[in-house]
């Protein structure tokens, strides 16, 4: 799937923006690298959250990582289909593995993220 | 995202540094296996992916290169005497070509290592972790008896562990049928793709397979024609990664993990490979004391009931008291559940819980191994 219009935080989640609302989940290469996922953590729906805060917890067979929030905003969805099919973020990172739907307290908050190429940079770095 | 504990795919470390290499690394690298450092070791921690390798283990075969193992060899007139002062097992059991699960404790019972013991000839071999392999060196050579010799032929050998249900298949089609007549925890020196090996019918998988040893200038052909001659079967390279979820899917310790140096054979259930009544060794007095006081804790497997997946060093919780520690944890890829193995307060009785960050999971002791069908054989 096309990553044009995403915008990446240096560790590694995308946000997809749509109004005052924005799907968010890990890149692509950060599944590749976490290797098989078998479970996720996620919040509950209203949760409020402030860019930098734990959002979400990804295990790996080998592996826990922490997932941030890029930004303020607050818990609308979360996604249910993980609790059965958590390596559906390993098939399809940018679609059926997606993991929040935020609420944007302040959606300039999004200009301070990266875009896909400048991402795609980052991570050859 | 943070903390991802691999490196990076295709990640060469930098081999200035101290890191050493076995002789299949460049086949690793070229495999695009991700490569960490394991005991000083550049090794594949996976290739495809843990969950994927580790079903190529349980359903035909997987080679695993392992060459970061240490290998002792005593020999003399004592090394029998030597090896039953410093190991659990009873090594004058062993006849030529025998393998055997042992164990070498402090005087106070406490753990040094996990290792094999071969009798080959007259001498004896010793495989230990790679991690302990300095520790263990010290420790033998020091409490060796007169008229033992030492060598360490760590660095002279390779090790390549072909394990699955399917590895007499793939023997055979590198022309080392023979080996097929092998019983469950023997080995006997042979011909693997026109090479001299050693090949033991051992491993650390659960399922049938053959550990074979052999000269590092020899490791590469092995390899290339075991995965050649096993490529109908799909036989592939498989990492350490895999290795851990198969062992602990079986209840096998793992050094550093589950058994350590606060531990005894007593609470970790290897009493079966402590053989009190052969005679005096190395910590065979505070054993024994130990069980004649009563245990405090043991070591115990269990299953999570919901999703979660149990690690190292969570706490096990009955009644809102911590009862005890998980050991080793992991997302079992055979069960399709999380895993575990800890030491629990002798006398929990109710259900328990393992502490997960903030949230405590239910769990139920079940029996070991985890996994049942495994084709290894029993002797």
Known sequence: MSTAGLRFTESHEWLKVDGEEALMGLSDYAQHELGDIVFVELPEEGTAVSAGDVLATVESVKSVSEVYSPVAGEVVEINGDLEDSPDLINTDA???????????????????LMSDDEYEAHTKG | MVACVFGRKGYVLNVETSVAKTA?????????????????YAMPIQYRGIVDEHRRVRSTAGLFDVSHMGEFFLSG?????????????????????????????????????????????????????????????????????????????????????????RSEDVLEAVGAGSFASLGYYYAARGDVAGRTALVSRTGYTGEDGFEIYCEPGDALTIWDALLEGGAPLHVEPVGLGCRDTLRLEMGYALYGNDIDDTRTPAEAGLMWITKLKKGDFIGRDAIVEKRAAGLTERLIGFELEGRGVPRHGHAIVSADETVGVVT?????????????MGYLAVGTDGPIEIEIRSRRLKAKLVDLPFYK???????
């Not at chain 2, 460049?26 to 450092?37: F, K, L, S, T």
């Not at chain 2, 090896?83 to 030529?96: C, G, K, P, Q």
């Not at chain 2, 080793?328 to 575990?340: A, C, M, N, V």
């Open chain 2, 77 to 165: 007139s004592s090394a029998l005497e030597s090896l039953e002062r410093i190991a659990t097992n009873r090594a004058s059991a062993l006849v030529d070509g025998r393998v055997q699960y042992s164990a070498m404790c402090y005087e106070n019972g406490g753990f040094i290592d996990d290792l094999l013991v071969y009798r080959l000839g007259d001498s004896y071999m010793l495989v230990v972790n790679a991690a302990n392999k300095a520790k263990d060196l010290d420790w033998v050579t020091s409490h060796l008896l007169p008229g033992t010799e030492f060598r360490d032929a760590s660095d002279e050998t390779a090790l390549i562990a072909l394990q699955g249900p």
């Open chain 2, 373 to 379: 069908e495994g084709s290894v054989r029993r002797a």
């Open chain 1, 94 to 112: 940018y679609g059926d593995g997606w993991l929040i739907k935020l609420k944007l307290t302040d959606v300039a908050e999004i200009d301070r």
């Open chain 2, 24 to 40: 299949l690394y460049d086949r690793h690298v070229a495999a695009d296996a991700r490569i960490v450092d394991f005991a000083g």
């Open chain 2, 328 to 340: 080793s944890g992991t997302f079992s890829p055979s069960l399709e559940r999380g895993i575990g």
